[in-house]
């Protein structure tokens, strides 16, 4: 069946570095959705890319949504202890009122 | 913040008891989902509803039933609670093709 691969699981930052995570898809997808949880929170929604190469900016996150619209990232410059948490990403599934979600990277910042 | 509410919030029960938890909107939403989430993991499709009287099992079904006679209301029932049952239970709604809202989740313990 569909499948949304995310990677790393885990991604250990000092205060100031970068942050990456990356999300492939099995099928080709109209649109790729972002959301972030907080420990103990629940997901909410950062952004939809829907455009192939489509790249947008939310002051320090940049989306991209890749050429054949099987790919996706989050990129975070220079993070800061607000940025920590689980970031998805989902894409829509056969149904599309379905979501196919990605296991998740959970930013960590080293103390 | 979207209008999306869930109760209880926290539930300690014994193994075998019968629980309903809550999940209301005040959106007019009408797709409407159950996810089960361990702590900061992969978020698994419990049973989803595209309106009044349409209700379908998602992935993982997990024993669980739903009903949909209200649009703003969605609640899940586990007919006999088992330790594995233990998870956090997060109640979501959308419209069309936007982004999925979340509410704050009900944390079950069974014991």
């Known amino acids: 069946g569909q499948q949304v691969m995310q990677i790393p699981q885990y991604q250990h930052v000092q205060e100031g570095e970068d942050f990456t995570t990356y999300c492939n898809s099995s099928?080709?997808?109209?649109?790729i959705q972002w959301y972030k949880q907080r420990p103990g929170g629940h997901p909410v929604f950062l952004i939809q890319?829907?455009?192939s190469g489509e790249v947008k900016k939310q002051k320090r996150l940049t989306f991209q949504f890749g050429e054949a619209k099987k790919n996706s990232s989050l990129h975070i410059t220079a993070t800061q202890t607000t940025d920590v948490g689980t970031y998805f990403c989902a894409g829509p599934g056969q149904s599309n009122y379905q979501l196919i979600w990605g296991a998740g990277t959970k930013l960590i910042i080293k103390p | 913040e979207a209008d999306i509410y869930q109760t209880p919030r926290y539930l300690v029960i014994g193994t075998g008891k019968k629980i309903t938890l809550e999940c209301s909107q005040t959106?007019?939403?009408?797709?409407m989902y159950w996810y089960q989430q361990d702590p900061g993991m992969e978020l698994h499709l419990i049973h989803y509803s595209y309106g009044v009287n349409s209700t379908e099992k998602g992935d993982l079904s997990s024993e669980s039933t739903v009903s949909r006679i209200r649009t703003e209301h969605f609640p899940l029932t586990l007919e006999s609670a088992r330790p594995s049952h233990t998870s956090q239970y997060l109640c979501?709604?959308?419209?069309?093709?936007?982004?999925?809202?979340f509410g704050p989740g009900t944390r079950l313990t069974v014991t």
């Open positions: 959106m007019g939403h009408d797709k």
């Open positions: 979501a709604s959308k419209r069309e093709s936007y982004e999925q809202y």
């Open positions: 099928t080709t997808l109209s649109n």
């Open positions: 890319l829907v455009k």
